[in-house]
């Protein structure tokens, strides 16, 4: 069945780096999603990719997908501490309604 | 509009008890699903469905009976609780599916519990 791996598990960034999480399938998407879950929260959608290198952008927030639609990442610019919580990607195959969300990288910021 | 609503927030079973998660959603998605976060494994799909009267199993269904009478509600069924099934459990849903698949909304999540 379908995978989907992120990396890394943790990050523990200074506030004011960048971070970077990538997503990778072991079969072509036909889209992926990104979530943002705050520590003891649910997860809360961010973004949506559907076009083979496409690249969008929310503020410090930059996606990525990969040109042959098995890959992405969300780079992070300059982090705040409102930053924290966990990333998942979340990938979905042609012809099939599952969504297969990855491992997660858990984001922490040392003030 | 509540969004996504889910009861109870925590919940303690002993082994072999059963329990209804209950879930309902009040801006009529025909897309509704349950998933289970335990550490370091993410969010993993026990069922899922695509309008009322439809269910279909995902990742992890063993354990698990879901039902879809109404496009609101979409109740989780454990039959006979084991350890294994201690967990943080997610009811979501969205408006469309495949290639024009939008943003899931999640619900506040079930801590479950089983000793």
Known sequence: GQQVMQIPQYQHVQEGEDFTTYCN????????????????GHPVFLIQLVKSGEVKKQKRLTFQFGEAKKNSSLHITATQTT???TYFCAGRGFGNEKLTFGTGTRLTIIP | ?????????????????SMTLQCAQDMNHEYMSWYR???GMGLRL?????????????????????????????????????PSQTSVYFCASTNAGGVLSYEQYFGPGTRLTVT
């Open chain 2, 1 to 17: 509009n509540a969004g996504v609503t889910q009861t109870p927030k925590f919940q303690v079973l002993k082994t072999g008890q």
């Open chain 1, 83 to 85: 930053d924290v919580g």
């Open chain 1, 25 to 40: 399938s072991s079969t072509t998407l036909s889209n992926i999603q990104w979530y943002k879950q705050r520590p003891g």
């Open chain 2, 46 to 82: 026990i069922h899922y469905s695509v309008g009322a009267g439809i269910t279909d199993q995902g990742e992890v269904p063993n354990g698990y009976n879901v039902s879809r009478s109404t496009t609101e509600d979409f109740p989780l069924r454990l039959l006979s609780a084991a």
């Open chain 2, 37 to 39: 976060q335990d550490p």
